[in-house]
């Protein structure tokens, strides 16, 4: 099973800042099949970012996915008052598909 | 548009059973592979189970085999997951969520409200 760590646990930042998120995997395995995946509380989660850096649809710009082998990262170039929320990495190139843990951006 | 939507939820003892449904439009049903993901009370999220479109193939984590049965009626979009031996930490909200691509490991673009699972006596 691939475990994916996700860090900081909680960002904390005010509205205009850039947020950078990190997700590792602990073996190469996920052959860039890596999502990043935006939790607002009370709602389901909404997919950003497939294949370490492709935007899903209606996403912006300020949100870009980077990385490849076991080291990817999230980044939200300036905060807007709506992306403060919890960000999860996920791989599905292997079975079984695993999560991060999360990381909270909060406002600070 | 795109819709999913779960139903089956509630609160069960251990040791019992509940099959969840989640029905699907907006889309061919049969033509992609839909998960099960779900999420303990102020938890992260876990994947539980996946299966292809067609239903022929199926995949579940290791904290559900052997009790968990995920499956789909594409004649009636609907996609399930029975659940049976639940367990205290079989308590969750559970999603269901769809692939984004056709016959390709894809992530998941469209995700169900969630249905509440609660297990306890």
């Known amino acids: 099973e691939i475990v994916l760590t996700q860090s900081p646990g909680t960002l904390s930042l005010s509205p205009g800042e850039r947020a950078t998120l990190s997700c590792r995997a602990s073996?190469?395995?996920?052959?860039?099949?890596l999502a990043w995946y935006q939790q607002k509380p009370g709602q389901a989660p909404r997919l950003l970012i497939y294949?370490?850096?492709s935007r899903a649809t209606g996403i912006p710009d300020r949100f870009s996915g980077s990385g490849s082998g076991t080291d990817f990262t999230l980044t939200i170039s300036r905060l807007e008052p709506e992306d403060f929320a919890v960000y999860y990495c996920?791989?599905?190139?292997?079975?079984?598909?695993?999560f991060g843990q999360g990381t909270k951006v909060e406002i600070k | 548009e795109v819709q999913l939507l779960e139903s089956g939820g509630g609160l069960v003892q251990p040791g019992g059973s509940l099959r969840l449904s989640c029905a699907a439009s907006?889309?061919?049903?049969?033509?992609?592979?839909m998960n099960w993901v779900r999420q303990a009370p102020g938890k992260g999220l876990e994947w539980v189970s996946l299966?292809?479109?067609?239903?022929?193939?199926?995949y579940n984590a290791d904290s559900v085999k052997g009790r968990f049965t995920i499956s789909r009626d594409n004649s009636k979009n609907t996609l399930y997951l029975q659940m049976n031996s639940l367990r205290a930490e079989d308590t969750a909200i559970y999603y269901c969520?769809?692939?984004?691509?056709?016959?390709?490991?894809?992530?998941?673009?469209?995700w169900g409200q969630g249905t509440l699972v609660t297990v306890s006596s």
């Open positions: 907006g889309f061919t049903f049969s033509s992609y592979a």
């Open positions: 996920q791989q599905y190139g292997s079975s079984p598909r695993t």
């Open positions: 073996q190469s395995g996920t052959s860039n099949y």
């Open positions: 299966i292809s479109g067609s239903g022929g193939n199926t």
């Open positions: 969520a769809k692939d984004q691509a056709r016959g390709v490991t894809t992530a998941d673009d469209y």
């Open positions: 294949g370490a850096s």
